[in-house]
């Protein structure tokens, strides 16, 4: 295979082309008017090597709703705050169920299944809280996101939020049977309120995969070599990436794709090729288990023509 | 990482030692009689790498029931038979449920969610018998495992399977229900049959890590050449192996392992490096998913030490 | 209200009138060709009380598959063999679920909910079994259906009995099911064996009503004064039947009739009126709940004109 | 039978004297503290015949919350106001689940399966609410209570409200999740607070048994010949308190009582004899399934000895 530079960028020029002139492109989520008012037509990558060579296509510098990809980075803050202790208020197992089932808690007690399923990020997130103001918490969540993409212009899309807050009954009810559980320790509306709120910070492709480099390289930060964490915790938020980070359609991501990746209901997904890059796409339209349609077949095509798969070259 | 042969030696020999000393050793498979009676202390490893060296430690020419491990060759086998049009008999998603569950094919009406699940398995079994007598497709299974581990000795301990075939009410009851779904093709009986069979086949870890090198080497057999499968659908088998392989256990072992994997209830697991090597490891103590307690932190240990995860070096 | 045998007869006849003319008939029950060969048309009505009145109208003379509402008479013969012990292989509740779910035994471990949804009927049937051959116990609830209903000419329809045999797929796989909790004492073949034929006893409207007059009239035969069982027994039976009696409609029938009933897919219903009438309606269409649609109409309006809702006159 | 005034002063002067001498007596509630604070030793039971014969024992006297059995009377108000129109908002099956499953719900959408069991209470109190403010709906429900019982004085338990509303975190779960299918049409903190104060409505044995006088009775208030509801519709609720009434143990209510009835985690269990008697019975002890442990022998016995159940003499 070809790891060069110069390939890496023809092939995801290739893709942006592909891709802007597919017709089938899925369909934009609606359930929050903030989301559904995005171009479907829209399409964005970003690639950085560990070697910190920029690779984009497409609208790579247009911001939106990264929505779960966030999971990612609280995840990861929660994992720095308490260690292993996060275990006892979230598992590490896919869930076999959609994104938003509210039937796993029920057998399992109020623990969710893993991080990535809307349950389990609210629990991370109610850890993250930990007693404080949620404008504490959503303050460092916001702090590590701009040190990670060494970009202080992110920020928090506070009408997307509103929005999410105002119709979010289903993420009310899976806090609140947390809750009854004692899953969680802070105030039902404080977890969801910051859980709401780093769910609509808006980024770019190119600021998203700067942002996860760390993933890629052993937990540092390659430009800076400040170890964000340590390179077991970076392999294992990356285990967690591949079985559970696209819901009920996590199999078949491996499957196809075979890079530990999340994705988001607004169209972006984040992918992680250990060892080789970071990469960010972006296509706001959806299939049927909510994730990106072009953003998984960029990620599909990526990873073939550059033998990125972690399943075989 | 340094992946020199006398490296993988030297890691080999130093896990069959620290395993050799190891009090938890968890429960031997209790459910049919055969099993029962092995010996909770034996361990074997065999190790080989992507140049044909063949690393062994402990009991790796003792054989063992492979049991769920022969379902990563079946669904190879049914694969090669009718291709992509196997999907429409199994899904390829985590279940989210034990390995024995009957509740999932009840929420989708007869269709097992992957093809190592015992329903799916079943379901894959029944593609392979298609039409035949079950002497017939049970020869075919055969043939193939001799093939891929160039040993002809290899065969069904008929103990093993009869007495899972007296006992095994449950998988009686899931393919009575897919049958009723008419998810299976041939007689209930007829399936059956075949299914306890190869899960019967006695192997040992050097003939399992030798049947399972093209998993490793894009799909061919790293000493005759031969093309086992596509370099392609080599990924994709690993893909499902590291996110349905262990049943309820399958994001614990990607988290803490990181590597494709299948176990079987025998104790033994197969391990697959992609493009470094096929690995077979046995301790027939299991842990609460039923996966071998030891072959699991051996597993972990081997991945560590060689560098060998796929989320990482 | 008027409960005269003039009036009653009156009633009937209303009845057996407007259900022949309503075009709203519901569905034959297609699952095996000999149910599906009914005439939609049919509608026989049969009441007998507790003075020994006997009132028909319709087709009240001919013979029909009686399907589950044998496992009235299954419950009664298995709770004088064993008393209360029947509840260890069986509960009592209402189970919220279609007739043939599997999940609910997953949940329970094996153990049926009601003795009328088809896993409690089985095991209900296995208890009947206890060890004999499956003739001897089917010879058995042949001798007690034609023992209550006076009528020596009651016979299994082998046809019936043999096309369920054949495509009995989801009842194989409840049997199994249970089988592997131990639920079930017998070989899984002798209990389908004889719950397949006991479900294809024919009757007609005037030969149920006539076997059901005990549970009318506080467990006692009228017209020979026989004991068939004690008082309570009898009203026990009448309350499973009232809250079990129509799988997943039974709130409906309590709410719409008021009378404790137990339906067949084959369309009879019958009814208990306590202390007042032992009544079965037939009409081979059935509605979503797989229930006689114009039958439970039929007792609907006569529980109305005689006043004989249990739930207040 | 024996039904003079003067047999069943007897009896349930028997039944009080037999019951306080009872060891086995149930656990007290203790999820809410103003709960847990009730004397264990305490029972009343009070018996209103049609005649307007009011006959009591024990503590018939003491007011207790009466929690769910509000829900009786809720539910008459709702049909009063929209008519069989609510089944659009909540079933009439039997749940087959604990009083406060959530699965169940996401089965259905949404919906509950009935107004008996938590989600479908709230369900119907958003209906009565129908874009009121709380207070004059709550007003409402306070003032047919005090309708019925005769008597000005009952009123809500505020210091139990407030203790419900501050733990009620189950119901919030299911409220939010029915919100989130839109089956809820006000704010889901306005239903959930006239929620938590009807269920902390305090009433005596006697003040209950005035109130449901008018569902053993054709749907007239004895006294006064003031008709509640239609007869119909009276029949129609004691049908659903037969079915529903007891969460997951109404089988075996209905099994031993043989009466319809509901009852409240405060250990009250209100039943109906149709044309012969309201009852009111509390012991704050209870049983696994929630229900008043001395209240169901209580009841049991009662029937027995009056040859007051519906299934027959």
Not at 122 to 140: F, K, M, N, Q, W
Not at 233 to 239: D, Q
Request: with cysteine.
């Amino acid at each position: 295979m070809n790891h060069s530079p110069a390939h890496l960028e023809t092939v995801v020029r290739e893709i942006a082309a592909e891709m802007a002139v597919r017709t089938d492109r899925g369909k934009v989520a609606s359930y929050i008017p903030e989301l559904a008012n995005v171009d479907i037509d829209a399409f964005g990558i970003a690639v950085i090597d560990t070697d910190g060579n920029v690779v984009t296509g497409g609208d790579s510098d247009v911001q939106f709703s990264i929505q779960s990809i966030s999971k990612v980075f609280t995840l990861t803050i929660a994992l720095g705050m308490v260690g292993d202790h996060l275990w006892q208020h979230v598992g590490r197992e896919p869930s076999g169920s959609p994104f938003n089932s509210i039937v796993q808690l029920e057998r399992e007690e109020g623990v969710p299944r893993n991080p990535f399923i809307n349950a389990g990020a609210i629990a991370v997130t109610d850890v993250i809280l930990s007693g404080h103001e949620p404008r504490v918490a959503l303050g460092e969540i916001l702090r590590f996101m701009r040190f990670l993409a060494q970009d202080q212009s992110i920020k928090i899309d506070e009408k997307v939020a509103a929005s999410e807050q105002r119709t979010g009954f289903r993420n009310a009810a899976l806090a609140n049977y947390m809750k009854s559980f004692s899953v969680l320790q802070n105030p039902v509306e404080y977890t969801l309120g910051v859980y709401f709120h780093h769910c609509a910070i808006a980024m770019s492709c190119r600021q998203l995969a700067m942002a996860a480099r760390f993933l890629a390289n052993k937990g540092r930060d390659p430009s800076t070599g400040f170890q964000v964490v340590q390179a077991e915790r970076a392999r294992r938020i990356n285990a967690i990436m591949l079985t559970c980070g696209h819901y009920d359609g996590s199999g078949e991501f491996a499957y196809r794709v075979g890079l530990p990746g999340k994705s988001g209901v607004g169209g972006g997904i984040l992918a992680i090729a250990p060892g080789k890059a970071s990469i960010a796409v972006w296509s706001p339209g959806l299939d049927d288990s909510g994730n990106s349609h072009l953003g998984r077949i960029a990620l599909e095509t990526l990873a073939k023509r550059m033998g990125w798969s972690i399943f075989g070259a």
